[in-house]
């Protein structure tokens, strides 16, 4: 199976537009949204293209290919205009002998994992920034942000195939 993994879309139309393209160039099996699709955020500056209608048109376009999660900027209302399912705390995801547990990083990280057991891998997003790491005990994976990177990141995803995660830049 092949996952795009994508996190903090934050109502921008113009990356979640790229990002959508990038996906079906992907042929990916499912789309997983790592949470905070419609709106900003309080500490965030608006996006550039931002406009959560045309993200909600975009993402229902795609809603049989998406699992989501709940990010911290996601609400009930969010919920109530888009047609997949986006108020799960976390997912699991199984492949072979490895466990995923995917969720938006501000309940569960690394700081604050969740029940992993030795070799487990989380996986979040929320800070923005790109990761791909041993932590401690379990590994630490983030695909970074769709439309506001931090630390000097780029706009990025991931894509999970074969046991392994590629980070990529969206506006390659």
């Given at each position: 199976m092949k996952i795009f993994i994508a996190s903090d879309i934050h109502g921008s139309e113009h990356y979640c537009k790229i990002m959508a393209e990038?996906?079906?160039?992907?042929?990916?099996?499912k789309l997983l949204?790592?949470?905070?699709?419609?709106?900003?955020?309080?500490?965030?500056?608006?996006?550039?293209?931002?406009?959560?209608?045309?993200?909600?048109?975009?993402?229902?376009?795609l809603k049989n290919e998406i699992i989501c999660v709940r990010?911290?900027?996601?609400?009930?209302v969010d919920q109530m205009v888009l047609d997949f399912?986006?108020?799960?705390?976390?997912?699991?995801?199984?492949?072979?002998?490895?466990t995923i547990y995917a969720t938006h990083g501000h309940k569960f990280?690394?700081?604050?994992?969740?029940?992993l057991k030795s070799g487990d891998i989380l996986l979040n997003g929320h800070t923005h920034?790109?990761?791909n790491e041993a932590f401690g005990e379990f590994y630490y994976v983030n695909p970074g942000s769709i439309s506001?990177?931090?630390n000097g990141s780029n706009h990025s995803y991931m894509i999970y195939e074969n046991g392994k995660f590629t980070l990529k830049n969206l506006c390659d």
């Open positions: 990038k996906y079906r160039e992907e042929s990916a099996d949204l790592l949470g905070d699709l419609l709106y900003h955020g309080p500490r965030n500056d608006l996006p550039f293209g931002y406009n959560p209608k045309g993200v909600i048109a975009i993402l229902n376009s990010g911290n900027c996601d609400t009930e399912p986006i108020m799960a705390e976390y997912a699991i995801i199984y492949d072979g002998n490895k990280n690394p700081q604050n994992p969740p029940m920034i790109p990761a506001i990177p931090k």
